[in-house]
């Protein structure tokens, strides 16, 4: 088991402490992974999530998405308000074309 494994253990452990588990998930949006990104994904995706946890899963998988130079609109509209809205922000911030591109909305 490697280090990305044993963080999206973390993140979908609803036993962990929330610190942590907002730390995982934060953690996993500085890896250009698929296992991070599938993982990041799911919790936005999971409208029956912990609403603390959405806000930095959203930005995490805007990180990777602009690392990988690649968004995916239909994930985008599928995510709980509050991810989505913090993964605008976060692209708002580094990639700017793609909100007049992808016709973003929060």
């Not at 959405?54 to 599928?78: L, M, Q, T």
């Amino acid at each position: 088991m490697d280090q990305i494994d044993l963080l999206i253990d973390i993140l979908f452990d609803k036993n962990a402490d929330l610190a942590e588990r907002d730390d995982a998930a934060m953690y996993l949006g500085e890896y250009d992974d698929d296992r991070a990104l599938a993982a990041l994904i799911k919790i936005c995706l999971d409208k029956n999530e912990e609403e603390f946890i959405f806000d930095v899963c959203g930005e995490s998988v805007a990180s990777i998405w602009v690392k990988r130079d690649h968004f995916d609109p239909n994930i985008y509209k599928e995510m709980v308000p509050t991810a989505r809205h913090e993964a605008y922000w976060y692209i708002q911030s580094m990639k700017p074309e793609w909100i007049e591109k992808y016709e973003l909305q929060l």
